[in-house]
């Protein structure tokens, strides 16, 4: 499979995104890559790892869209930009998927103009997956949409449920719509008639609204929601995740007792903060378009960076495209 990275896309580009693209490499048989960004400074990145060259090739791209940039004048005016010429690698069949952390509104703007959404396909939604206590579970969108029509939430919801399906391996997902409370008649008007929309809908299996405080419980797969809020959700998780680990940190600090305890639960530590590290779950897809794009956070490390890619080549892979098209019934489908 061929992956081409943004290279100059993200808060860490091109260090963090090229020594990423290295481990991916490395941990991967078959992957090839392509680097898009100023040829001569990814050469010079290039140049401090040993890669085996005929899996790896760089596009010149000589503009950059920034992370304060305007999303739809940037994609418009950068024509040249490492993010638009990544996207078209993958729109062209020169790439199977393709992978960025740059700025997420112009990425959201650039995808939709360049690979189009399935036929079929409301909105497009940003699909992640966040940890709970019995593995992993799917959030979407987390950003693509913010004001959902209640026919958005229910594709969300198919869309999601295949998602699991092709990719885990996962059948029958439960489905959950956030809201506010868990009774059927609670929300506003969009959760209130998507609800229905989920009730009737024979091809998921909806469980009902989910509060926040309850969607890492395990007992759902799938949480749909519109892209104002899961954004608000994913970021506040984030928040928390930061905050209580650096907490510990410094309460461990405190005292040579809490230092000595520390050592003897090192390890649940670890895997505690693992399982919490949003670059531990590579990134999230723009789900409905007619191509695969991979949104990596913009704070990514080379960690996260290898985790996309290695996410990227999975969808390909598993040729997801054609598969989820199966789902999209559009001659049931109005907007």
Do not use: W
């Amino acid at each position: 499979m061929k992956i081409a990275l943004d290279a100059m896309g993200g808060d860490k580009a091109p260090f963090e995104t090229i020594k990423g693209a290295v481990k991916a490499l490395e941990e991967s048989e078959g992957l090839h890559l392509i680097l898009v960004g100023k040829k001569e400074i990814v050469e010079e990145e290039l140049s401090k790892y040993k890669v085996d060259k005929n899996r790896i090739e760089i596009v010149d791209a000589r503009e950059k869209i920034e992370m304060t940039d305007d999303p739809v004048i940037a994609v418009k005016g950068k024509k040249d930009s490492s993010m638009n010429r990544t996207l078209e690698l993958v729109k062209e069949g020169i790439a199977d998927a393709s992978v960025s952390a740059g700025n997420t509104g112009a990425l959201i703007t650039a995808s939709q103009l360049k690979l189009k959404r399935i036929k079929g396909v409301l909105r497009p939604a940003i699909a992640t997956m966040f940890p709970n206590k019995t593995g992993k579970m799917l959030m979407l969108d987390v950003g693509a949409t913010a004001d959902c029509k209640p026919e958005f939430l229910n594709q969300y919801a198919m869309m999601g449920s295949k998602y699991l399906e092709i990719l885990l391996g996962k059948k029958n997902p439960t489905v959950g719509l956030l809201n506010i409370g868990t009774e059927e008649g609670k929300g506003n008007e969009v959760t209130r008639e998507a609800y229905l929309l989920l009730k009737e809908n024979k091809t998921i299996n909806f469980m009902g609204n989910v509060e926040s405080t309850e969607v890492m419980n395990g007992n759902i797969d799938v949480v749909v929601t519109d892209g104002f809020t899961g954004n608000m959700v994913l970021k506040t998780s984030e928040g928390v995740a930061k905050f209580i680990v650096s907490s510990l940190k410094e309460e461990i600090d405190k005292s040579f007792i809490y230092k000595l305890g520390a050592l003897l639960i090192k390890p649940a530590i670890k895997h505690i903060a693992k399982k919490m590290d949003s670059s531990e779950y590579g990134g999230a897809i723009f789900l409905g378009l007619n191509g695969i794009s991979i949104k990596a956070h913009g704070n990514s490390d080379s960690i996260g960076i290898k985790n996309a890619i290695k996410v990227a080549n999975k969808f390909a892979e598993m040729n997801f495209i054609e598969e989820l098209k199966n789902v999209i019934d559009i001659d049931n489908i109005k907007e």
